[in-house]
């Protein structure tokens, strides 16, 4: 019998590969269409050792790899024995782990405008994705039933070039989806699985894309179709795509056309997780079977948010998308209809006060109102989403509002390096990732050596320094700097020097200006006898005018004495940047302006790896501070007169942060035994791996996901 579900397509796709292989060869396909390759130590090697020039140059995708690479370099590698048999045993534990009985647990659907699963697979912006693409992940480790549905976008989300000015220019480069490490969805081996919505008036066709990640089916709709108008392909085009129509009808096509595309297959999810308000329209769609079925709509909603849980993401007002009536007309004016019910009363859904037809409809009001449980990403989000969402529960008490938290974690296997893996698959026992949710699996980290542990931060920090002069220096060429300046690049950055990080979006709350606040002790703290250097890396979105002036205000100072050795600012901030940098980084900065930050994850990666964080106290950082693990930045009390004075709240926290900096950061860093060991540094780092570690990973989240919310 032929599964619908993709699963035969993929198998297919990876036959059709490896029948073009070197027979010894074969297992690699099989490998290269389940991208668990990813996050399971070698696995990396194992592709990029077939030919690692191609490898950088197919963006480590393995289809490409393995496509595109030559009859010589496969035949070289057919015959070396270790590649051989590591690809052979790779393929043997993926197949034993994809033939486990499911975990007992509610099968779930879990959609989400982006998937930050790897970086050959462009369709991710940031944060968003990445808490996204770890979920997945972890459900796949724990062999929990679960699926992915998000959108295939042609041109993924934008990339960054920065001009001689320092200022941020965007470019989209168009992805080739049959050298995707996935497949289309076909009903029977040959045509491919469609399902349509109803937007502007006409039936919108999208076909199905399925990738592995690991055990868990990741399903991407793409309006890419004949049927469809070359205008209407446009909504799969890009990731946020600008214009708000077009937004919309992405969301429509994620939330109506991913639960259509999910019953085409033959899925039936006991629970469907909206991560965002961006897929809230997908339990109307649930709501629509049981109209169809006779029931009424207010029934037929009643039981589909009886399957339905919700995660709100932005304390951001503009972050939280609505539309107005006119634009919910032109783009879902047939939808009433559909659902049996009128214009009037679904409006109602996404705004505070039903009866207000001034009022836009909001994605993230419809969430709420569509599912029978909902959450913020940290505790102090929780609360905020609490007070910013009471409007829409009246006669309840802020506090009582049913928004709960369950603060995000990181996927450990994907985001710690394998120097800091080597090093505590050597301490902490066996299997030991598969236990990293309790606190006693990291107590064996207080008898790790400090020589063992410096010597893997200094092997990570070696490792980034290698790749910062590099990119560094091709950036520079390719913004038209001149040689000389390019060359400060190669001379400059140390691998014995303090390095500190700071990457992150560029918008105007993240405050990257507070670096460069006060000029002089930014400068001094370049120039000291213990030296710092620094790397930068950020994507303002294109429409954001405020995010590029700060990106071109700090470029400003690239003439200032030390400047262009010391600091670097990475280009086309993305995942690979980030694993690099959140791996070599010896400080990790974050400075936004509490309380818009509704958690963090890149501080988290960094503490996996044994950075330390040095942070406003704000998102998980306000939970995972004790004053032993990291820095904390008190900022002002939210609420607080100086809190709304932002000039104000700026220099206190500019002078809070280079104060640390100058007093705590650097003499700790530099402060050595006679071996050439920072006691200190070490003890802080163990405190924050031994605190953070079991804490802030996806396994502690997807448990808490698990038992509260599910
Ligand atoms: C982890 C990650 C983020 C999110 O980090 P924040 O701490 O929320 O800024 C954003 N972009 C990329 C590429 C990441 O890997």
Not at 107 to 113: K, N, Q, R, S, V
Not at 393 to 401: H, W
Request: proline share 5%.
């Amino acid at each position: 019998m032929s599964a619908r579900n993709g699963s035969d397509d993929v198998a297919r796709a990876a036959r059709a590969l490896g029948a073009r292989l070197p027979a010894a060869l074969e297992p690699l396909a099989r490998l290269a269409y389940d991208y668990a390759w990813s996050w399971t130590p070698g696995g990396e090697e194992l592709f990029a050792s077939v030919d690692p020039y191609r490898w950088e140059l197919c963006a480590h995708n393995p289809v490409r790899l393995l496509t595109e690479t030559t009859e010589h370099a496969l035949a070289a590698a057919a015959t070396d024995d270790t590649l051989v048999g590591r690809a052979r045993e790779a393929a043997a534990r993926l197949g034993a782990h994809r033939a486990r009985p499911s975990a007992e647990a509610p099968e779930t659907a879990f959609f989400c405008t982006e998937f930050a699963v790897h970086s050959s697979l462009p369709v991710y912006s940031g944060g968003l994705g990445v808490l996204a693409g770890d979920i997945l992940k972890e459900a796949s480790d724990r062999a929990l039933p679960y699926a992915g549905i998000g959108l295939l976008y042609r041109q993924g989300y934008f990339r960054q070039r920065i001009d001689p000015s320092g200022w941020p220019l965007e470019y989209w480069s168009t992805l080739d989806p049959d050298r995707m490490p996935g497949t289309l969805v076909t009903t029977d081996g040959v045509s491919p699985l469609t399902v349509s919505v109803r937007m502007f008036g006409r039936d919108i066709v999208a076909q199905v894309w399925r990738v592995d990640v690991g055990r868990v089916p990741l399903y991407l709709l793409d309006a890419e179709r004949i049927e469809n108008s070359p205008v209407d392909r446009w909504i799969t085009s890009r990731l946020y795509v600008g214009d708000r129509r077009f937004r919309l009808a992405q969301y429509a096509l994620l939330g109506i056309g991913g639960m259509r595309a999910l019953r085409a297959m033959g899925l039936d999810p006991a629970v469907v997780h909206l991560n965002e308000g961006h897929a809230a329209l997908a339990p109307l769609e649930l709501a629509l079977e049981g109209v169809r079925a006779g029931g009424s709509f207010d029934e037929s909603l009643a039981a589909a948010r009886a399957r339905t849980v919700f995660t709100t993401h932005t304390p951001i007002g503009a972050g939280n998308e609505a539309y107005s009536a006119e634009e919910m007309r032109i783009v879902l004016g047939d939808l009433p209809d559909e659902l049996m019910t009128d214009e009037k009363s679904m409006l109602a859904l996404g705004r505070a006060r039903a009866g207000d037809a001034t009022e836009p409809f909001g994605m993230t009001p419809l969430g709420l109102r569509v599912s029978r449980a909902a959450n913020g990403v940290s505790e102090i989000h929780g609360r905020v989403a609490r007070a910013m969402w009471a409007h829409l529960y009246v006669g309840i008490a802020d506090a009582d509002v049913p928004i709960d938290a369950v603060t995000n974690g990181v996927h450990v296997p994907s985001w710690m390096a394998p120097p800091m893996r080597r090093l505590l698959d050597r301490h902490l026992g066996e299997s030991w990732i598969e236990r990293a949710a309790d606190a006693r699996t990291w107590e064996p980290l207080d008898d790790v050596p400090d020589a063992e542990l410096w010597d893997a931060r200094c092997s990570m920090r070696a490792a980034l320094v290698d790749y910062a002069r590099e990119r560094a220096a091709a950036d520079r060429l390719g913004r038209g700097e001149s040689m000389e300046y390019a060359e400060a690049a190669l001379r400059a950055f140390d691998p014995n020097v303090l390095t500190l990080g700071f990457a992150r979006r560029a918008t105007a709350y993240k405050r990257l200006y507070l670096l460069t606040h006060d000029r002089a002790r930014a400068l001094a703290l370049l120039d000291g006898e213990q030296r710092v250097q620094m790397l930068l890396a950020g994507k303002p979105h294109p429409q954001d005018e405020e995010g590029k002036r700060i990106i071109q205000s700090v470029f400003e100072l690239k003439w200032a004495p030390h400047v262009s050795e010391r600091v670097a600012f990475l280009e086309d901030y993305d995942m690979r940047v980030a694993r690099r940098l959140v791996s070599g980084c010896d400080v990790w900065i974050n400075v936004p302006r509490p309380p818009l930050e509704a958690c963090g994850t890149s501080g988290m990666k960094a503490a996996m790896n044994g950075g330390l964080n040095l942070s406003v106290l704000d998102g998980w950082w306000d939970e995972a501070y004790d004053g032993t693990n990291g820095w904390a930045i008190g900022s002002h009390p939210v609420g607080s007169r100086a809190a709304s004075d932002h000039a104000a709240q700026d220099a206190t926290d500019a002078a809070a942060l280079y104060d640390i900096l100058e007093r705590e950061v650097v003499p700790l860093f530099y402060d050595r035994d006679a071996n050439g060991i920072p006691r200190g540094w070490c003890a802080r780092v163990r405190a924050s791996l031994r605190t953070i570690g079991p804490r802030f990973n996806a396994t502690r989240m997807l448990d808490e996901y698990r038992t509260r919310m599910y």
